[in-house]
């Protein structure tokens, strides 16, 4: 199946500080990203959608100016958590669709740890 | 509102027993039902799909029984394994790209 890079795969930063997640599509040109957030024992919760060359489309709740998400290119989507607060703390979950192919592949996750 | 419900939370089978997951939607608009499976710490991977056009997709030990009228479709593990065990998510697909989640499974197979 195709693959999806997600990095990195765990960080621990502190509070106030900003992390970067990179999310790649490997194999295919992906027009649509997702970000999910994850709880432990959780489903996935959707942050955003991105689609490549726009602006990100926020799920209610979700604040943009804290998950800042980019889409510049067709195998690169960024979620940048500014401004990390304990809270923030989760698993980030990055997913990439082509737009020929129906099917949702998924990075490996990224453990974002803020003390 | 959940769009797709699933049933059950967890799930404890024995191995070689067949573990069965189901899950109820409501839009018949949905047009892609997919399966993942997650492991602790790993993001979710693509098992099995199905289209509503078929009532059921087979894929090894893997099979998908879709009932389109009853809006339900439902995953079963044959011959379930160790290994298996892992967090199950079904979805469902707006035509054009959002996708909708399930709540999980955790399925335990026993030795």
């Known amino acids: 199946g195709a693959v999806v890079s997600q990095h990195p795969s765990r960080v621990i930063c502190k509070s106030g500080t900003s992390v970067k997640i990179e999310c790649r599509s490997l194999d295919f040109q992906a027009t649509t990203m997702f970000w999910y957030r994850q709880f432990p024992k959780k489903s996935l919760m959707l942050m955003a959608t991105s689609n490549e060359g726009s602006k990100a489309t926020y799920e209610q709740g979700v604040e943009k100016d804290k998950f800042l998400i980019n889409h510049a290119s067709l195998t690169l989507s960024t979620l940048t958590v500014t401004s990390a607060h304990p809270e923030d703390s989760s698993f980030y979950i990055c997913?990439?669709?082509?737009?020929?192919?129906?099917?949702?592949?998924f990075g490996s996750g990224t453990q974002l740890s803020v003390l | 509102q959940q769009q797709v419900k699933q049933s059950p939370q967890s799930l404890i089978v024995q191995k070689g027993g067949i573990s069965i997951i189901n899950c109820a939607y409501e839009?018949?608009?949905?047009?892609?039902f997919p399966w993942y499976q997650q492991f602790p710490g790993k993001g979710p991977a693509l098992l099995i799909a199905?289209?509503?056009?078929?009532s059921e997709k087979k894929e090894g030990r893997f099979t998908i029984s879709f009932n389109k009228s009853a809006k339900q479709f439902s995953l079963h593990i044959m011959d379930s394994q160790p290994g298996d065990s892992a967090t199950y998510f079904c979805?469902?697909?707006?035509?054009?790209?959002?996708?909708?989640f399930g709540t999980g499974t955790s399925l335990t197979v026993i030795p």
């Open positions: 997913s990439a669709r082509a737009a020929t192919n129906e099917k949702l592949f």
């Open positions: 839009n018949t608009a949905f047009d892609y």
């Open positions: 199905i289209r509503p056009d078929v």
């Open positions: 979805a469902a697909r707006w035509p054009g790209n959002q996708f909708y």
